[in-house]
T-cell receptor, first 116, second 111 residues
Framework: DAGVIQSPRHEVTEMGQEVTLRCKPI?????LFWYRQTMMRGLELLIY????????DSGMPEDRFSAKMPNASFSTLKIQPSEPRDSAVYFC??????????????FGEGSRLTVL | GNSVTQMEGPVTLSEEAFLTINCTYT??????LFWYVQYPGEGLQLLLK?????DKGSNKGFEATYRKETTSFHLEKGSVQVSDSAVYFC??????????FGQGTRLTINP
C-alpha cells in the first residue's frame, strides 16, 4: 500500500506569495495530522482531522495558516501571505486508530518550504 | 504540561559501538512512550513503543524500557551500523490525538 504522499517536496517562494501544500493520507486512515519541523522549535502539531473534520487547530500559528480536508483522500495546508519565518519542513501524517496504545503515526516525506 | 527531554546531539560513534540516547518525560498519568526515527530526506517512522511501566519495546536491535520510577525511556543498541545514522525522536502520547515529541537527537555512525 502506498504511504502518505505529499507535494511539493520542495517549494521556494517569495514573501507575500500564497503557498499550498498537499497531502494524500493512507487509504482507510481516519486521522490526518499536519506538523511543522524547524531547528528552533522541533516538531510542532499544527492541526489534526478525524473523518475529514478539523478537531484541534490550536497549533496553527496565526490566521495566515489554514487547512482543509474536503474528502478522505486529500488535505491542503495553505499559507497566505507567506513570510520568511514560515520556512520549515511541513509533514503530513495519518493514523488508522487512536494514538496511544494501538495507534501509530505514518509520516509523509515532507514538504520543504523556503520563503525568501 | 506534558514534555519530553532528549539528550542533545549530535552524537557521533564508530561502527559496532554501544549506543544510548537518553530520554526523560514529564506527564500526568501513565502515557505510552515511543521512539521514532527519521532517515535523511524521509519522514519519521515508528521504531518502537511501550505502553505501560516496565514494558520493553524493541525493533531492529534497538531497545527501550519504560521506567516509571525515573520517568525515562532511554534508547539503546549494542552494536550500531552506518545505516543507523538518522535523527531519533522520543515521544509520548499526551492524550487525545497528540504526540509530544522531543527535540530529536542526530546520530552519525562512522565506518
Amino acid at each position: 500500500d502506498a504511504g502518505v504522499i505529499q507535494s511539493p517536496r520542495h517549494e521556494v517562494t517569495e514573501m507575500g506569495q500564497e503557498v499550498t501544500l498537499r497531502c494524500k493520507p493512507i487509504s482507510g486512515h481516519d486521522y490526518l495530522f499536519w506538523y511543522r519541523q524547524t531547528m528552533m522549535r522541533g516538531l510542532e502539531l499544527l492541526i489534526y482531522f478525524n473523518n475529514n473534520v478539523p478537531i484541534d487547530d490550536s497549533g496553527m500559528p496565526e490566521d495566515r495558516f489554514s487547512a482543509k480536508m474536503p474528502n478522505a483522500s486529500f488535505s491542503t495546508l495553505k499559507i497566505q501571505p507567506s513570510e520568511p519565518r514560515d520556512s520549515a519542513v511541513y509533514f503530513c501524517a495519518s493514523s488508522l486508530a487512536q494514538l496511544g496504545r494501538a495507534g501509530e503515526l505514518f509520516f509523509g516525506e515532507g514538504s520543504r518550504l523556503t520563503v525568501l | 504540561g506534558n514534555s519530553v527531554t532528549q539528550m542533545e546531539g549530535p552524537v557521533t560513534l564508530s561502527e559496532e559501538a554501544f549506543l544510548t540516547i537518553n530520554c526523560t518525560y514529564t506527564a500526568t498519568g501513565y502515557p505510552s512512550l515511543f521512539w521514532y526515527v527519521q532517515y535523511p530526506g524521509e519522514g519519521l517512522q515508528l521504531l518502537l513503543k511501550a505502553t505501560k511501566a516496565d514494558d520493553k519495546g524493541s525493533n531492529k536491535g534497538f531497545e527501550a524500557t519504560y521506567r516509571k520510577e525515573t520517568t525515562s525511556f532511554h534508547l539503546e543498541k549494542g552494536s550500531v551500523q552506518v545505516s543507523d545514522s538518522a535523527v531519533y525522536f522520543c515521544a509520548l502520547h499526551g492524550g487525545a490525538q497528540k504526540l509530544v515529541f522531543g527535540q530529536g537527537t542526530r546520530l552519525t555512525i562512522n565506518p
